[in-house]
């Protein structure tokens, strides 16, 4: 096991609500339409003033008060996030700008909406190493702003957030008892945002053309997502030696309602422990997974010794499973 203790959570959500059917009226779609494919009733959108670090620093005091640390305790800061606030510096960077800190290690990682899940394991494996003891984790989208708001294939998908875990190392008897992670990228061009890099950066045509935007085969990418979190679900409780009924919750990425259940029917996880967000939140892409751990430890659905499995697919393709002895 990788022992940790996660001791603060916190959330970073804008205040502004987009409903289905506020989105009936920007592009020809419905709320039976979103509701019946997707689960998503409404979704968080930032404002034009706020960046993807904006939700962190907000996030990040409420778990830095609750593990009753103070910024300047932490070492390292990782982001999982594909919307960074600038191409760089890194949105870890500005975070640490935003609480005044200088020194820490700070680092974003890109792994699409597994960016959460490859922060935590990179977090497990520096505390392990002895190299970091007070890690914040961050998970933060602001997916707002590269959807194609004409688009309606894949504007009503997303909503913006950030989540953020403080995490230390422990003698206790918890922390990863398993994990595992992967990526394919033969298959990059199935979920990509094409501009505003090297390969086509910025230009007047590329604005115009809305290649800055997300762009999604669908379909493709539900296929993959469904045997992805499949395998990546099934490998993690066989290498942790624990059957699908001995987890005690389920905290699934969240693309998609019909996503989450083919993935608890094929690995016989019952929906009961199986924590949504999905229809308040949308997909938040590397948020997703802290927001809703921080919504479920609220609610009480997480208790000391709690065996949490988590899995996500997103863009690359990639995946990861963990499990958490809480
Ligand atoms: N409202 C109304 N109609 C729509 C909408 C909409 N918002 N979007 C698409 N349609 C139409 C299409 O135009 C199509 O119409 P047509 O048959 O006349 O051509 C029809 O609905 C069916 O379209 P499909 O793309 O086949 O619909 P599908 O059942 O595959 O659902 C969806 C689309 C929801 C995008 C699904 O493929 C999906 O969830 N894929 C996963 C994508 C995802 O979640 N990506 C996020 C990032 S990766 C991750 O987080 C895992």
Redesign the pocket.
């Known amino acids: 096991m990788k022992k940790l203790k996660i001791v603060g959570l916190g959330v970073g959500l804008p205040k502004r609500i987009l409903t289905n059917f506020d989105l009936e009226k920007m592009v ?3 709320d039976e ?2 509701t019946e ?2 689960g998503i009733k409404e979704r968080r959108i930032a404002d034009s003033d706020t960046a993807t670090s904006d939700l962190i620093v907000i996030a990040a005091k409420e778990a830095l008060k609750q593990a009753n640390l103070k910024p300047t305790d932490l070492d390292t800061i990782i982001v999982g996030t594909s919307t960074p606030d600038t191409i760089y510096p890194s949105t870890a960077c500005w975070v640490e700008k935003a609480l005044g800190l200088s020194g820490p290690v700070a680092f974003d990682v890109n792994a699409g ?1 597994c960016g959460f899940l490859y922060a935590l394991e990179i977090a497990a494996n520096l505390i392990n190493g002895k190299r970091a003891k007070k890690v914040l984790v961050a998970g933060a989208e602001v997916m707002s702003k590269v959807v194609n708001w004409e688009d ?2 894949t504007c ?2 997303f909503g913006d957030g950030a989540g953020v875990c403080i995490v230390v190392p422990t003698d206790e008897e918890r922390g990863i008892v398993a994990s595992n992670w992967g990526s394919d990228g033969t298959l990059a061009e199935l ?1 990509y945002q094409p501009a505003g890099g090297t390969r086509m950066p910025a230009s007047k045509e590329t604005v115009e053309k809305k290649l800055h935007t997300v762009h ?1 085969v ?2 493709e ?2 296929k993959n ?1 469904v045997r992805e979190m499949e395998n990546a679900t099934l490998q993690v409780l066989a290498d942790a030696n624990l059957s699908s009924s001995e987890i005690d919750l389920f905290i699934p ?1 969240q ?2 309602y019909r ?1 989450i259940d083919a993935t608890i029917k094929r690995t016989n996880i019952p929906l009961e422990k199986t924590y949504l967000v999905i229809h308040k939140y949308g ?1 938040m ?1 590397a948020a997703t997974i802290p927001v809703a751990l921080h919504d479920a430890y609220y609610e009480g659905k997480i208790k000391d010794n709690n065996y949490i499995l988590f899995a996500a ?3 690359g393709f990639t995946w990861a499973a963990m499990i958490l002895k809480w």
Request: aromatic share 10%.
């Open positions: 020809d779609t419905s339409w979103i494919r997707t909406c309606r294939r009503v998908l979920l999604m669908g379909n990418v539900f997502a990425h693309a998609n996503i997909n892409s697919f997103g863009a």
